[in-house]
């Protein structure tokens, strides 16, 4: 008879992926608020008496230190009042030091003296009177501090009251005010930490510390208003600027962590291939429906349907369907014996 040609058995068909170790751990729930940065201190200036601008050192956006000059009025009226008052009081004193001299040898009434003496009395007063008035039209940075805006020049009249700039005090920490509802609100402590996310080109995540919560809840909105405060970072945003706030929304809950890369979108929901060995030992992609809560950078947070220590493929896993045979390359520990 004719012999027959039996083809060999073709090999099954490998994917080749990367695996990973699908990791237990905690995970807070969330919401994200928008805050504003405020500067811990904040003042409007205004000059308290009228009078011609001589001198002014406002430039905006520019940190004076505490007892800078920022505005000085012209004084020179009461220069003039000064030199004349210094002399009156000189002279007043000298009267009265003599006739309290001529007293003591009765040669002058007691009346005489205490005259002399409310004269001396109502120089050291004027004097005092008119160095004040010279002080309080030089006005000066309080503390140290951020110049805003300003439209003052030498020559321009001012009448008092008048506004000059506003200084944002320069400290070591700011405040952060967000809303959020009144029931996460209710559960914001003083001291409860919160997540900053500050983006002035790069991101950068900061803690801040809650040190107040508003009493009052906005009628339209249901929401509170809570105040962190943002202290020592390298880097504090200025006042004003928007930051992101995340605030925690729920009691932490355990999770599995998984590359990112692990999950696959469907139509159907997320699913992740799990790596397991078949009855004869042959490794084989199992798809697995999950649910994903949250992608943190390049993990994802699976709350239902996968378990921790499970092996999952991360790298190469789009190339998987149900119950192909894979190869899996490093890096893993992976052994698969005893079927995982």
Not at 73 to 96: C, F, K
Not at 107 to 135: C, G, H, Y
Request: hydrophobic letters at 45%; one cysteine or more; aromatic letters at 4%.
């Amino acid at each position: 008879g004719s012999h027959c040609l039996v083809p060999a058995a073709q090999p099954e068909y490998s994917e080749s992926v990367t695996s990973a170790i699908a990791r237990h751990g905690q995970y807070q729930p969330t919401t994200t608020a928008i805050g504003t940065v405020i500067a811990r201190r904040s003042i409007t200036l205004r000059n308290e008496l009228p009078g011609t601008v001589r001198e002014v050192n406002l430039v905006p956006g520019q940190i004076v230190e505490a007892g800078t000059v920022l505005v000085a009025l012209d004084v020179s009226v009461e220069n003039a009042e000064l030199e004349a008052t210094l002399a009156q009081a000189a002279l007043t004193e000298s009267v009265h030091k003599r006739l309290e001299g001529l007293w003591r040898d009765q040669a002058v009434s007691l009346e005489e003296v205490d005259r002399a003496r409310a004269d001396r009395d109502i120089a050291r007063a004027q004097l005092a009177r008119t160095r004040a008035i010279i002080e309080r039209k030089t006005i000066r940075a309080p503390f140290r501090s951020r110049v805003g805006l300003a439209d003052v020049h030498p020559g321009q009249y001012l009448n008092e009251g008048t506004q000059l700039t506003t200084l944002q005090g320069i400290d070591d920490s700011v405040y952060v005010d967000f809303a959020v509802e009144q029931q996460l609100a209710a559960r914001l402590a003083p001291g409860d930490e919160i997540q900053v996310v500050v983006s002035n080109g790069v991101e950068r995540t900061l803690t801040a510390v809650i040190i107040a919560a508003d009493a009052r809840v906005d009628s339209r909105t249901r929401n509170a208003t809570v105040r962190a405060q943002l202290a020592g970072a390298d880097y504090l945003p200025a006042p004003g600027a928007p930051v992101r706030v995340s605030v925690p929304s729920g009691d932490p809950q355990p999770v599995v962590f998984v590359p990112a890369s692990a999950v696959r979108k469907s139509p159907e929901g997320d699913h992740v291939f799990v790596l397991a060995n078949d009855a004869d030992g042959k490794p084989r992609a199992n798809a697995r429906p999950v649910s994903v809560i949250a992608m943190t950078g390049n993990e994802a947070i699976i709350a239902k349907g996968l378990a921790a220590d499970e092996f999952v493929a991360a790298t190469g896993s789009f190339k998987l369907r149900q119950d192909v045979l894979v190869a899996v390359s490093e890096p893993t520990p992976l052994s698969f014996a005893g079927g995982l």
